[in-house]
DNA sequence: CTCATTGGATAGTTTCACAATCCAATATTG
DNA sequence: CAATATTGGATTGTGAAACTATCCAATGAG
């Protein structure tokens, strides 16, 4: 096990010291093993977590907060890891502003119907995906049934290879293995749309 | 033509009047007809305005600074509809942190290269992608070529449906369907997503 | 013994997105 | 017509988020 002072722990990651000190403050990397008063020990599982904590910032775009409760439910042994995953999603529409009535939440409802998808009357999914109908109507642009069953289906395909891809060997691993996969493959994901758009209309026109 | 002054405008969008006099100070609502010096006339293109700028950074999650270039795209006359498209795309993946080597760039364009898809070697896509990739890789978490797979392919199965629902017929409407759809869009792709993963775990175990 | 370094604490900075005040020029009301 | 209220524009203030810089006492190396 390699070990290392704070210096050079800000040296293999590429981080100030400064920074380092920040997360170690707002909880976001476990303090260091104490050698004296003025001394402290970190080793490669910091330079793994800083790691991941500047993945989680600026790969996934979350904000301090949900990097600290992504990390939190990584090292929470009582988690299972889908109960894991469950923690990243704080963000997406908040429930500010246009709020959904309910001929949206009926919308979404009868979209789940469709593909045969269970959903809890309760779920946060189902007021954020209202939400985000009711802006798209609200601004003249709703999409059609045939649309959202598109989007429907292309995300079962993920879904379905998103879990696959998972073994339950090691609870830790696993539990950070589908962090990692479910946060850091958004952005892949939207890309991946853009660039589809782009040949989709190529081919259609010119 | 309904005319309004500005408290008018404040009350039919929510928002508080010194909210406004920012959006017109930072160019994302353009300023109201005046009349003589210490009044002016805002109509219901005001009000649009004002609610599109809203979902942007609500629900689309864009800071202020790129809500103002996806509308200035959407005003643009000299821009195609997709042309336009691609002024959104300012954030994802930040060119900054873990940048990516030869052999992620080499990944994507086999990728690419496999679905037939087309990539300017200097496309920003590309570099966001394998950046994306490279923090996969070195957290320990790289996704196999099936599961990059078959992300393109739901990318491809959205993006088809994505642009075959745009007209051509009035150009500035159909530049801000495109926008509208391509940023709305995408957290309801994104929460799709994440319930598919939760209905096919559920399915694959208890 | 001297002195640079370390970890911890505290305070300062920058950016973003507003929110509050102030003011002179009008409208409106009595 | 005078008193009051409202408006648009300019300037300044605020609060959160994410760092960044300074200070300091305790060390450990030379």
Redesign the interface.
């Known amino acids: 096990m390699i070990v290392m002072w704070m210096s050079e722990l800000a040296a293999r990651t590429g981080l100030p010291v400064p920074t380092i000190k920040y997360y170690l403050r707002e909880g976001l990397l476990p303090p260091g093993e104490s050698v004296g008063a003025t001394r402290a020990h970190y080793d490669d599982t910091h330079v ?1 977590r800083l ?2 904590v ?2 989680l910032i ?2 996934a ?1 979350l904000r301090l907060e949900d990097v600290r409760r992504v990390l939190d439910a990584i090292d929470d042994e009582d988690l299972s890891w ?1 109960e894991a ?1 469950g923690a990243a ?1 704080t ?4 429930p ?3 709020a959904a009535d309910e001929s949206q939440r009926q919308r979404v409802d009868e979209l ?1 119907q469709r593909r045969g ?3 809890s009357p309760v779920s946060p ?1 189902r007021e ?2 209202a ?3 009711a ?2 109507d ?2 003249g ?1 709703p ?2 049934d ?3 069953d ?16 998972l073994d339950e060997s090691d609870r830790a691993d696993a539990a ?2 589908a962090e ?3 946060l ?19 081919e ?2 010119g």
């Open positions: 793994r790691r991941l500047r993945a600026e790969v775009g889908h995953v999603h963000r997406l529409p908040s500010a502003g246009g789940f998808w269970e959903l999914h954020a995906l939400a985000a109908l802006s798209l609200s601004l642009h999409p059609s045939d649309h959202l598109t989007y429907a289906e292309a995300a079962a395909l993920i879904g379905r290879k998103d879990v696959a891809g950070e293995h990692v996969s479910t850091l493959l958004e952005p892949v994901l939207l890309i991946l749309r853009r660039i589809a758009q782009e040949n989709a209309s190529r259609l026109r």
